[in-house]
């Protein structure tokens, strides 16, 4: 099948992993709105997808904010009709630290962009998607679910890609026989801000271990590019596959 004509939302999509699945989707013909905090990411992101030929809707919000996510969802429909793409890619990495003495409404906060947004995005899209007979719902979720004690300090960022995965495989339980597929995605070790974070300020907040990690894999050119990442998950969209926790190193 082809993605032409359709139209996606894309979070986190003013950087990284994100902004190069928005040029993706671009080259196969899809819309897509885009949403971060930061305008002038978001502008270059659309800048370079419609040097490409490709059409675009920036729309800048914090995904901490139920308010601004009803905003963004109407705006987006508004502006470019019923969604059938959702890419939930946006997401932080903070807290980092130690869990002893950690404070809970820091560590809670992460839970709404991690979490509580994607799962928000896709309640106030699915009713057009099932309706459409087609959807396709991906959760960009992370490898430290398959093995948590591989990011000592980073408890809340492991905790809420759990849940996220959870919540997908239900979710995509929940939608079989709707033509809407719900599915997870690991994008690998990617060079992106996010692992420069850790790297650059992840030190005594993240176990030595951990931290030596992140530097070794910079170090040694292990990370893959987030262009690489990207075209992993938006080649997998034709399918109609759901409940699946896809790798970017899985063949596909
Ligand atoms: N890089 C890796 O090695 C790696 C590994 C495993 C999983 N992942 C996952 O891959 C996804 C993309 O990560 P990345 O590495 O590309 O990170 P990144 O370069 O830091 O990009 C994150 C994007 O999310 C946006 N974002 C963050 N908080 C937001 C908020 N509250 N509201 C709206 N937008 C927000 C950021 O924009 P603003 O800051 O402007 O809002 C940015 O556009 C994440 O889900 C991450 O957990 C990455």
Redo the contacts with the bound molecule.
Sequence with gaps: MSLNGKVALV????????REVALALAERGVTSAL????GH?LSETARLVEGRGGKTLALV????DPAALATTVDRAVSALGPIGILVN?????EPLGPSAGMDPTTWASSLG?NVIAPASLAFALLPAMVQAGWGRIVN????VVAHPAAMIGGNAYATT?AALEAHTANLAAELAGTGVTANTY?????D????ELVRTKGSGRVSEETHARFVHNHEKKT?IT?QRSALSLVARLTSDASGQIWDASDPL
């Excluded at 949403?35 to 930061?38: D, E, G, I, L, P």
């Excluded at 992106?192 to 692992?195: F, P």
């Design positions: 979070t986190g999509a003013g950087r990284g992993i994100g949403v971060a905090r930061s990411e919000a914090d995904l901490a890619n946006a997401a932080t990495v962009i960009v979720s992370s490898i890609k690991r994008p690998g070790s990617v992106t801000a996010m692992q990370l987030p």
